[in-house]
């Protein structure tokens, strides 16, 4: 199985031609609460089963504050990824999870409260997805209920296509806000064999990609004295 890491734009360059390429720069908001610049993460995130939930724009979520309850609020992820905050400037929260958010709310509280205790309660989020594309027969957006592996998500929907290339999955998962790893998948062998070792579990918001297999990609291209040797 092969991992490989991209940016936003390699991504679009993998679906649409069928390659894998890499970018080599990117930026990601930083644990201020302000962009900067970063290296391709560590991709031993990608073996991760239980990973903490990651906000994203939309979710709304309660702040309380135990010994000052008149800064309770209650507060939206911006469409930039910040929430505004009662009394303090805003602060980037996309792409945290509750207790970096958290933390990050206890620090910039402290300079106008003394050893706030806080906590967060979230309120409205997006339920856990993954997405099927390429040659399968039902490609679309899916809920996630419980644990699913790739397997299951292929068969979720409807399995592969006649002119799918099982040996070479793709499964994209967003691991920042500019990068997305992307790991190679051979089901058809997992299949054959048996062996279900390296079925990946999947995380929300993780995309299969099912490229088409060869004969099918150079259909239109086959010369005609060629096409006896394709179906004999």
């Not at 957006?141 to 592969?160: H, I, L, P």
């Given at each position: 199985m092969r991992a490989f890491r991209f940016g936003r734009d390699s991504l679009q360059y993998i679906l649409f031609a069928g390659c894998v390429a890499a970018s080599a720069?990117?930026?990601?908001p930083g644990a201020a609460g302000s962009?900067?610049?970063?290296?391709?993460?560590?991709?031993?995130?990608?073996?991760?089963?239980?990973?903490?939930?990651q906000l994203r724009v939309g979710d709304s979520f309660d702040v309380a504050f135990r010994y000052t309850p008149e800064y309770n609020q209650t507060v939206t992820v911006q469409p930039d990824g910040y929430i505004s905050l009662r009394d303090l400037s805003d602060l980037y929260v996309a792409g945290k999870t509750t207790p970096e958010v958290t933390a990050a709310i206890v620090t910039a509280y402290s300079?106008?409260?003394?050893e706030p205790v806080v906590s967060l309660l979230l309120k409205d989020f997006e339920k856990p997805y993954f997405i099927a594309g390429g040659e399968?027969?039902?490609?679309?957006?899916?809920?996630?209920?419980?644990?699913?592996?790739?397997?299951?998500?292929?068969?979720?929907?409807?399995?592969?296509?006649?002119?799918?290339?099982?040996?070479?999955?793709l499964l994209f998962r967003r691991v920042s806000n500019e990068w997305t790893e992307v790991k190679q998948l051979n089901i058809k062998a997992m299949?054959?064999?048996?062996?279900?070792?390296e079925?990946?579990?999947?995380?929300?918001?993780?995309?299969?990609?099912?490229?088409?297999?060869?004969i099918s990609k150079i259909q239109r291209f086959?010369?005609?004295p060629s096409v006896g040797t394709l179906v004999h």
């Open positions: 720069s990117a930026q990601t962009p900067s610049a970063t290296r391709a993460p560590d991709s031993s995130r990608f073996s991760e089963r239980t990973p903490r939930y300079h106008l409260l003394h399968v027969e039902k490609p679309g957006k899916y809920e996630m209920r419980g644990e699913m592996t790739a397997t299951e998500a292929v068969s979720v929907a409807g399995g592969f296509s006649d002119k799918a290339k099982h040996s070479q999955v299949l054959s064999s048996g062996n279900l070792t079925d990946v579990r999947l995380r929300p918001g993780d995309m299969l990609y099912v490229p088409k297999n060869f086959i010369p005609t």
